[in-house]
């Protein structure tokens, strides 16, 4: 068992990433319907909690179904995570994270995400502000270090867990790697062999198949790993991965009434939580996910995503169904 705080997680846990503009109450429902351990919001703007911006705010919403699941934050200015540490504990998740890997221009510029690992200090003044703040569990998430000239996350990890940070997910590239080149796990295996370091250490990156989970867990030993990209219109990829730990099988791949299924309740779901107009929006961008390799399938694609009628998308799943039924995907 994995322990963060009061939260029980089972023996090496997979946490879902939080992602911007993909990570929300839909898209968690169904990785927690598909095995995932832990979920996380997108990030949230200290700022525009604060100010009361409207999108900061509808992130805040979390359903007792996908618990445990803790609220990301990120900002730049102490008393701005302080104030916004207090708003987000009223909605009562189960953690509090601090994201301090964000690579994304607009994000480093404010002095946040991955920007803080140029100034480690600060990082330590911007968690403990969070803390002081806050009865829930604070965890973090961050990268290796700026640049491959100056990783320092075995500082970042030892100062952190001094001020009362409970776990430590690490992506493991640099800000300077944003997504590209391969992300290199054995920082995060130094951190979880430092005899200093007591709390749960999680990897992140570049965890797409149930083998390349399974090698990575067999020669890092970390406490858990955190998927991301790979969920993207793929959830079933977490249940994938703990029957290959079982039993070193694969789960049959999902077929077409699997997607379809998926993509429909992707879509309803979506509708129950922002209204209609927003949740058919906001679902377009995961149909290529969901149906991705199947032949000619741009015709569908096409009405599913220029359609704002929901009895229309609905009618073109089952036309959908009914074209590639029993067809074997990849």
Known sequence: MVKIGNIELPDFPLLLAPMEDVSDPPFRRLCKLHGADLMYSEFISSEGLIRDAIKSRQKLDIFDYERPVGIQIFGGDEEAMAMSAKIVEAVNPDLIDINFGCPVKKVVCKGAGAGVLKDVDLMV??????????????????????????????????????IGVQALTVHARTRAQMYKGHSDWSHIERIKNNPRITMP??????????????????????????????????????????????????????NIEDRVEAARNHLQWAMDWKGEKLGILETRRHYTNYFKGLPNFKEFRSRMVSSENPEFIFATFDEVLERYSGMELV
């Not at 403990?128 to 973090?140: D, F, G, Q, Y």
């Not at 890092?220 to 790979?230: S, V, Y």
């Not at 029957?243 to 999902?254: A, D, M, N, R």
Request: cysteine-free.
């Open 201 to 254: 250490i999680f990897g992140n990156g570049d965890i797409d198949s149930p083998e390349k989970a399974l090698e990575y867990k067999n020669k890092f030993g970390l406490d858990g790993m955190m998927i991301g990209r790979a969920a993207i219109g793929y959830p079933w990829i977490f249940n994938e991965i703990k029957h290959f730990f079982e039993t070193g099988e694969h789960l049959p791949k999902p």
């Open 125 to 162: 003044r911007l968690t403990k502000a969070v803390i002081r703040s806050t009865h829930l569990p604070v965890t973090v998430k961050t990268r290796l270090g700026w640049d491959e000239n100056s990783i320092n996350i075995d500082e970042v990890a030892e100062r952190l867990q001094d």
